[in-house]
């Protein structure tokens, strides 16, 4: 064993492609296939003496061991010389019709070598082979760890699970940014340094070992090493809940290069109570999620903008709920600490109160919005060639040069930034709140020019004389302008209305054609772009992430009080919510596919949340961005329609 001559390159013995190894009474080889399989390879046992049978049966030898790539993890040392290798063992649990598939963390006994150097060459290789995406380096995952999510316990799973597979096992390079308050997750990504954007390479499952899957396939070095860029993350990773996501989304379309930052993948670890970004990925739990890291497979994600205004823009991956749905999450927030049951509880009080709900609400289909977007728009046309991203299914392109107004924004923020520094985490969210006027990051977003509805349209047809009487605004309140919500990526099926109107019309025939109503009237509403609001929460089934529309459901009532059908009905949602059977019951809810959304409030006794997070009770507007941004899938990944 001591006559290795070991490749510098790989660890391996050149001349025979394997390493001599002691793996407790045994001696044997180690060696990797060409295709990243890993073989344990043990020298046959000699029976020495009378008795050798029976050192041989107490001492048994460690047997051959063949590691598919696809199951390789990859290796962790011990000490200089022993190391283990690990690797995956998927196994399977079934919730109603669905099947959910996921994956412990298992390792070999230790093997030892006589030589340091070897054993860590060889425990780089693995890792290299079957974790790092294809890479010459590890790649560098930003988590950004919420404490007080779900139980609480999610900087403690974060040490004690996650942690030791990605930067022991796999070799990752992880940096712990742990959030100090509400919304400080916006910050943190907002001020991450990010590498340059990788490519999306298939969505399908790897066909061969871990090496073929990922972000960075091919076995190239990702652009951002071959450039020498500093070091910043290849991946952002959220320990928490749907919340500390949406928060970190905020903080990506709030950077001057969102454009390029969107392409960063996301990975949701289910540390919440809700976790539904986690589900609908595949990520059932924190092993599951931790395998989906070294795996790298991503996919595109719709993201929707929810503006209201006259001062807010939102960004939205997972939902948009008012009445019913809304209670059973803000509702149970005080019962945090029993974890996903809080929502079971809420939506059983919810239906023995029997409260029925009021709003109203208009959507745009998809059909009617490729119309829409095809049609020429002088508006459209203005916000630099937006439209062209909504028709297809391909989102390639989000603006590339920022527009003037965005640039105007960018060197407002500058501006605003040198002279007072960036607004605390918390201002800004007060100052949202309050819905008033703020000054930094969001001030051009936060002003409200009321007078200047006419004035998108004079830009538009290029006339110059717009007054107040070329306003549309629907029953003559103010409406809020496209010019007010200049940064992040354009809008244009928001460019074919006038304006966005302080209060709802009432009645389609006053919106640009296509425009749907629905009923004002509901015990249950949610508009949806994934299929699980949570880990057991299954609202949409059926419901695609990167299709480029979002899911509306209701179950349609009649009056405040719901009768004894109506609440029957509420249960067998309830019931069949976890796997999605309800949507088997026949027009038991209604559902409709939305690329836009005009929403508005008509019932104080509730409220209005966007991905669990609750805002201020005004109008909405809701528009899909096709694809615009990547989260990381389990390497089974599929969404299966039911
Ligand atoms: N250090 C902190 N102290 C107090 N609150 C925090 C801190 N960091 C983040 N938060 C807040 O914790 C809240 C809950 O986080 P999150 O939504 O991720 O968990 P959850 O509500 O348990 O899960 P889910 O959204 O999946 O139901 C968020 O609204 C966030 O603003």
Same mark, same amino acid.
């Given at each position: 064993?001591? =006559?290795?001559?070991?490749?510098?390159?790989?660890?391996?013995?050149?001349?025979?492609?394997?390493?001599?190894?002691?793996?407790?009474?045994?001696?044997?080889?180690?060696?990797?296939?060409?295709?990243?399989?890993?073989?344990?390879?043990?020298?046959?046992?000699?029976?020495?003496?009378? #008795?050798?049978?029976?050192?041989?049966?107490?001492?048994?030898?460690?047997?051959?061991?063949?590691?598919?790539?696809?199951?390789?993890?990859?290796?962790?040392?011990?000490?200089?010389?022993?190391?283990?290798?690990?690797?995956?063992?998927?196994?399977?649990?079934?919730?109603?019709?669905?099947?959910?598939?996921?994956?412990?963390?298992?390792?070999?006994?230790?093997?030892?070598?006589?030589?340091?150097?070897?054993?860590?060459?060889?425990?780089?290789? /693995?890792?290299?082979?079957?974790?790092?995406?294809?890479?010459?380096?590890?790649?560098?995952?930003?988590?950004?760890?919420?404490?007080?999510?779900?139980?609480?316990?999610?900087?403690?799973? #974060?040490?004690?699970?996650?942690?030791?597979?990605?930067?022991?096992?796999?070799?990752?390079?992880?940096?712990?940014?742990?959030?100090? &308050?509400?919304?400080?997750?916006?910050?943190?990504?907002?001020?991450?340094?990010?590498?340059?954007?990788?490519?999306?390479?298939?969505?399908?499952?790897?066909?061969?070992?871990?090496?073929?899957?990922? /972000?960075?396939?091919?076995? &190239?070095?990702?652009?951002?090493?071959?450039?020498?860029?500093?070091?910043?993350?290849?991946?952002?990773?959220?320990?928490?809940?749907?919340?500390?996501?949406?928060?970190?989304?905020?903080?990506? #379309?709030?950077?001057?290069?969102?454009?390029?930052?969107?392409?960063?993948?996301?990975?949701?670890?289910?540390?919440?109570?809700?976790?539904?970004?986690?589900? %609908?990925?595949?990520?059932?739990?924190?092993?599951?999620?931790?395998?989906?890291?070294?795996?790298?497979?991503?996919?595109?994600?719709?993201?929707?903008?929810?503006?209201?205004?006259?001062?807010?823009?939102?960004?939205?991956?997972?939902?948009?709920?008012?009445?019913?749905?809304?209670?059973?999450?803000?509702?149970?927030?005080?019962?945090?600490?029993?974890?996903?049951?809080?929502?079971?509880?809420?939506?059983?009080?919810?239906?023995?109160?029997?409260?029925?709900?009021?709003?109203?609400?208009?959507?745009?289909?998809?059909?009617?919005?490729?119309?829409?977007?095809?049609?020429?728009?002088?508006?459209?046309?203005?916000?630099?060639?937006?439209?062209?991203?909504?028709?297809?299914?391909?989102?390639?392109?989000?603006?590339?040069?920022? %527009?003037?107004?965005?640039?105007?924004?960018?060197?407002?923020?500058?501006?605003?930034?040198?002279?007072?520094?960036?607004?605390?985490?918390? =201002?800004?969210?007060?100052?949202?709140?309050?819905?008033?006027?703020?000054?930094?990051?969001?001030?051009?977003?936060?002003?409200?020019?009321?007078?200047?509805?006419?004035?998108?349209?004079?830009?538009?047809?290029?006339?110059?004389?717009?007054?107040?009487?070329?306003?549309?605004?629907?029953?003559?309140?103010?409406?809020?302008?496209?010019?007010?919500?200049?940064?992040?990526?354009?809008?244009?099926?928001?460019?074919?209305?006038?304006?966005?109107?302080?209060?709802?019309?009432?009645?389609?025939?006053?919106?640009?054609?296509?425009?749907?109503?629905?009923?004002?009237?509901?015990?249950?509403?949610?508009?949806?772009?994934?299929?699980?609001?949570?880990?057991?929460?299954?609202?949409?089934?059926?419901?695609?992430?990167?299709?480029?529309?979002?899911?509306?459901?209701?179950?349609?009532?009649?009056?405040?009080?719901?009768?004894?059908?109506?609440?029957?009905?509420?249960?067998?949602?309830?019931?069949?919510?976890?796997?999605?059977?309800?949507?088997?019951?026949?027009?038991?809810?209604?559902?409709?596919?939305?690329?836009?959304?005009?929403?508005?409030?008509?019932? %104080?006794?509730?409220?209005?949340?966007?991905?669990?997070?609750?805002?201020?009770?005004?109008?909405?507007?809701?528009?899909?961005?096709?694809?615009?941004?990547?989260?990381?899938?389990?390497?089974? #990944?599929?969404?299966?329609?039911?």
């Amino acid at each position: 064993m001591d =006559s290795l001559r070991v490749d510098p390159e790989k660890g391996l013995n050149t001349s025979t492609g394997s390493i001599a190894v002691r793996c407790g009474a045994s001696t044997g080889t180690i060696s990797l296939t060409d295709d990243g399989a890993f073989c344990f390879t043990p020298n046959p046992v000699r029976q020495r003496g009378p #008795f050798g049978w029976l050192t041989g049966w107490l001492f048994r030898p460690v047997g051959h061991q063949v590691i598919p790539a696809d199951q390789l993890l990859g290796a962790r040392l011990e000490s200089p010389r022993a190391f283990t290798v690990w690797f995956t063992s998927e196994y399977t649990t079934r919730t109603g019709h669905v099947t959910k598939r996921l994956y412990r963390a298992v390792h070999t006994p230790r093997f030892e070598v006589s030589d340091p150097e070897a054993a860590t060459k060889l425990v780089t290789q /693995i890792r290299r082979t079957v974790s790092w995406w294809g890479r010459d380096k590890p790649p560098h995952v930003a988590a950004i760890i919420n404490p007080k999510a779900g139980k609480g316990v999610a900087a403690v799973m #974060f040490r004690n699970q996650l942690l030791p597979l990605l930067r022991d096992v796999a070799g990752l390079r992880v940096s712990e940014h742990l959030t100090k &308050a509400p919304e400080h997750a916006t910050l943190l990504v907002r001020e991450l340094t990010l590498n340059a954007r990788p490519s999306l390479s298939s969505s399908s499952p790897p066909s061969g070992g871990g090496r073929s899957g990922g /972000i960075e396939g091919g076995g &190239a070095a990702g652009p951002a090493e071959a450039a020498g860029v500093a070091d910043g993350a290849d991946l952002i990773m959220f320990v928490g809940g749907d919340g500390t996501l949406h928060e970190g989304l905020q903080g990506l #379309f709030q950077r001057a290069d969102w454009n390029v930052a969107r392409d960063t993948p996301l990975v949701a670890v289910p540390c919440g109570s809700g976790n539904g970004v986690a589900a %609908s990925c595949g990520l059932w739990d924190i092993t599951t999620a931790a395998v989906a890291v070294c795996r790298g497979r991503i996919t595109p994600i719709d993201v929707a903008t929810v503006l209201q205004p006259p001062n807010s823009r939102h960004y939205c991956l997972l939902s948009v709920v008012y009445g019913a749905m809304a209670n059973l999450d803000i509702g149970t927030n005080h019962l945090r600490w029993l974890g996903e049951l809080r929502f079971h509880l809420g939506g059983l009080w919810e239906i023995l109160r029997g409260r029925c709900y009021s709003c109203r609400v208009f959507v745009l289909p998809p059909d009617a919005a490729s119309a829409v977007a095809s049609a020429p728009s002088a508006t459209a046309t203005a916000r630099a060639g937006a439209a062209a991203a909504v028709g297809g299914s391909e989102a390639s392109d989000y603006g590339g040069a920022p %527009s003037p107004s965005v640039a105007a924004l960018e060197m407002n923020n500058a501006a605003a930034t040198a002279t007072a520094g960036r607004p605390s985490v918390g =201002s800004v969210a007060a100052e949202a709140r309050r819905g008033g006027g703020g000054e930094g990051v969001q001030e051009p977003l936060l002003k409200h020019e009321g007078s200047a509805c006419g004035a998108i349209r004079s830009a538009g047809t290029g006339g110059t004389g717009a007054t107040n009487n070329d306003r549309n605004d629907f029953d003559g309140t103010e409406g809020t302008l496209l010019s007010q919500y200049p940064y992040g990526p354009p809008l244009p099926l928001l460019s074919q209305l006038p304006c966005l109107p302080a209060r709802l019309p009432d009645n389609p025939s006053a919106l640009p054609a296509g425009w749907k109503q629905l009923t004002d009237s509901f015990a249950i509403f949610g508009a949806y772009n994934t299929q699980y609001l949570a880990l057991g929460a299954r609202a949409n089934p059926g419901g695609l992430m990167s299709d480029g529309a979002w899911e509306v459901w209701q179950l349609e009532a009649h009056g405040r009080r719901a009768g004894a059908g109506l609440r029957l009905r509420c249960l067998k949602v309830l019931l069949g919510v976890e796997d999605g059977s309800f949507a088997r019951t026949p027009d038991i809810m209604h559902v409709v596919k939305a690329r836009a959304m005009l929403f508005q409030q008509r019932d %104080s006794a509730t409220w209005t949340v966007l991905d669990g997070e609750a805002v201020p009770e005004a109008p909405l507007y809701l528009e899909v961005h096709p694809r615009l941004c990547r989260v990381l899938v389990s390497p089974v #990944f599929q969404e299966e329609p039911l």
